[in-house]
């Protein structure tokens, strides 16, 4: 059981980290929006050390590499698929959250793939609100409210900028 300090610490990591991700919604280049992803990754880690979700630890130390590749444009196939398979098999084993623990897993390995797969932001944004989705699930059970409470806003923000977007077109 986590004691209150911790549980607010990790709250106030996970916002920052909820910032990062927001800004990064509304970015116009899959680079620019990767480097804010990086950001989001960073807080991201120190609060699932804090919350004590050890598979989002894993998973989200995975995704700061992957991000960082993105970010330098260095994220081949070969990569990509070694982040998946190692994050996949480490989060099996740093699990302790049971079913709930599978989320991140879930909507990093597909999250990875979309952002080898596609160079358009747009296609980017779809998959960041099913990738929050999932996130979302997974932070009201582990009691990261400001997360949660990000991921319904990032949700209607990154919406909101799909909108825009095909709007634009």
């Keep these: ?53 050890y598979a989002a630890l894993v998973i989200s130390l995975t995704c700061l590499i992957r991000n960082i590749l993105s970010y330098k444009g260095k994220l081949t196939q070969t990569i990509t698929y070694i982040i998946i398979f190692i994050s996949t098999i480490i989060s099996f084993y740093a699990n302790n959250l049971g079913w709930i623990g599978w989320l991140p897993i879930i909507a990093s390995g597909s999250y990875t793939l979309c952002i080898y797969l596609t ?36 949700c209607c923000w990154t919406s909101y900028q799909i909108r825009k977007y095909i709007k634009k077109k």
């Excluded at 296609?123 to 990738?131: G, K, P, S």
């Design 119 to 154: 160079k358009n932001e747009q296609q980017m944004r779809y998959a960041l609100v099913i990738n929050m989705l999932l996130w979302l699930i997974h932070n009201l059970y582990v009691q990261a409210y400001p997360a949660a409470v990000s991921n319904i806003i990032i």
């Design 1 to 53: 059981m986590m004691n209150m300090e911790d549980l607010i610490i990790g709250n106030l990591f996970s916002l920052a980290s909820a910032i990062c991700i927001a800004v990064s919604a509304a970015k116009n280049s899959k680079k620019d929006f990767m480097l804010w992803q990086v950001g989001d990754t960073a807080f991201g880690i120190f609060a699932n050390i804090f919350l004590q979700a």
